[in-house]
């Protein structure tokens, strides 16, 4: 490997607390009517003056204790001044000086990503264009309904190696998010943004290209796509000993490429000062430590605790404990059954074939004694695997019980011991050939022997019987 790209992350997650950062507006606006959740404190009317909310300082400690992060008890709020129309105060405020956390880390894959800092700050508004694209627009709107929506901004150390790492770091990140339940991590919503910086390091010759910046891109995979466009195009340039300009681009999606936006010669200065209409905010370590203590438990706990507590696979346990919701049901379901195994292979061979996203484990009308009774009703020989699945997929989307819904189609395995044998009989005297190889050694044939009976009663025969019934025949 001559070339090797070095990836930065600057994410702003959407906090979910009730309120805006500063005000007692709502903090939901996604979709709301434009400009219906706002007062003069988030629009910076002259005279009103911010509060710091509390739940945005508790969901900010829980991210940052999750990442390990040393968390401050001085922290204070700065104003970042620029001018945009959706920025009708003309300042940001966020933490610029006394930021709420520091030096953290997430774990990913075994390898330690660094955390250089987390601080809280507020969102814009959103300038809604007459057409497409600013340039063709004959006009632009402002809704100011996001203005002084909490943001935690987390900068990470330049530690990921590769496009795909990145979008692993996001993935893991969004998991966190949700498992605490301080943001949806939802990204095609923008409650969850990304910017990244890369610059390559051509290994043979010892030099690092300038940094590039690279906006714009509103999905896990399009930051993945993004970043290896750019490690090509920066590569190719340091190939041809060009000079790499240290830049902002923008993913373009119509083109699947990356279009210069701007120079970071001319990067802005944002002329920080102290707010002064917000006092130093100061938690002490008892208040930090009590609110820590409210951490459930996150994804590797309980990855780990699966693998441990129900025997099951790196591959299984990952899969039930993508989700909160996923994993509560997972255990829920195991209570019933007592059953963890077969529990696991229903879930990744039906259920999760049924269901979309995590927000179905809501309102699913299959309920874990469900779970239970199926499996009596395998266990029993009263119905096959085969119609136990087609059962499973009935009471998914009706939410009856398997017992009635194999009383209602009169769905009856085929357990009448003097059928089966005449069945295997006839089987076994027109493939004498067959007959003969399984007493000579060849016990695979079995399957054969019971596949058959399974094909002429269309999968109802009692499978355990037709096995021994046909190991009886055949003299084992
Ligand atoms: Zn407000």
Partial sequence: MRFKPVIGLEIHVQLNTETKAFCSCSADVFELEPNTAICPVCTGQPGALPVPSKQMYEFGILLAAALNCKIHEYTKFDRKNYFYPDLPKGYQITQYFYPLATEGFL??????????????????????????????????????????????????????????????????LRQILRYLGVSTGDMEKGALRCDANISVIDLE????????EVKNMNSFKFVEKALEYEFERI???????????????????????TISMRSKEEANDYRYFPEPDIPPVVISREEIKKIVE???????????????????????????????????????????????????????????????????????????????????LIVDGKITRNIAKEIFKEVFETGKSPSKIVEEKGIEVIGDETLIEEMLKKIMDENKDKVEAYKNG???????????????????????????????????
């Fill in 235 to 257: 590569k190719s340039q340091l190939k041809r000993g060009e000079n790499v300009l240290k830049e902002t681009r923008g993913w373009d999606l119509s083109t699947k490429t």
């Fill in 442 to 476: 060849k016990k695979g044939l079995m399957g054969f022997f019971v596949g058959q009976v399974m094909k002429q009663t269309k999968g109802k025969a009692d499978a355990r019987k037709v096995n021994e019934i046909a190991k009886k025949l055949l003299g084992d």
């Fill in 205 to 212: 010759n010892n030099v690092q290209s300038n940094k590039v």
């Fill in 107 to 172: 774990e990913l894959d075994g390898k330690k990503i660094r955390i250089n800092r987390i601080h809280l700050e507020e969102d814009a508004g959103k300038l809604i264009h007459s057409s497409e694209t600013i340039t063709q627009a004959e006009s632009s709107f402002v809704d100011m309904n996001r203005c002084g929506v909490p943001l935690a901004e987390i900068v990470t150390e330049p530690d990921i190696e590769s496009p795909e790492e990145a979008k692993k770091f996001l993935e893991k």
């Fill in 294 to 376: 409210k951490m459930p438990e996150l994804p590797d706990e309980k990855l780990n605790r699966f693998k441990k507590k129900y025997t099951l696979t790196d591959y299984e346990a990952k899969i039930l404990t993508s989700s909160v919701k996923l994993a509560d049901f997972f255990e829920r379901c195991v209570f019933e059954t007592k059953n963890p195994k077969e529990t696991s292979n229903w879930f990744l061979t039906e259920l999760l074939k049924y269901t979309s996203s995590e927000d179905d484990f809501d309102t699913l009308k299959i309920k874990p004694h469900h779970f239970k009774e199926l499996f009596e």
